[in-house]
């Protein structure tokens, strides 16, 4: 079983830190407009304090996803890579070879 990603965990509680309180506030009848204004204050207010972890995984998953480790390497890189070596090899020995012969 996949484990639920950070940022769709942490969105719902949002979410439900926001709805929670709007709801109770509706059921007890207070305006509408008040009662949206205030669950949002009290939302971001309990999300900053209650949801500090799941907000720093989230912002590490964003910014490993902005910022990987290792350079995403072609599959022939290693193999170009030796042939080139290789190439290189030869130069080197036949430069070597012809500075012995013009001695």
Do not use: C, N
Not at 51 to 57: D, M
Not at 59 to 82: F, I, T
Not at 89 to 99: D, G
């Amino acid at each position: 079983m996949k484990a639920v990603p950070a940022w769709v965990s942490y969105s719902v509680l949002r979410v439900l830190l926001f709805a929670v309180p709007l709801a109770a506030m509706l059921a007890l009848r207070i305006e509408w407009w008040i009662a949206t204004i205030a669950a949002a204050l009290i939302g971001a207010s309990l999300s900053f304090i209650l949801l500090r972890k799941p907000r720093e995984e989230v912002a590490l998953g964003l910014y490993q996803a902005r910022h990987p480790q290792k350079e995403s390497v072609h599959p022939d890189a290693a193999s170009e890579d030796a042939a080139l070596d290789r190439a290189a090899e030869r130069a080197t020995e036949t430069e070597l070879q012809r500075e012995r012969e013009s001695q």
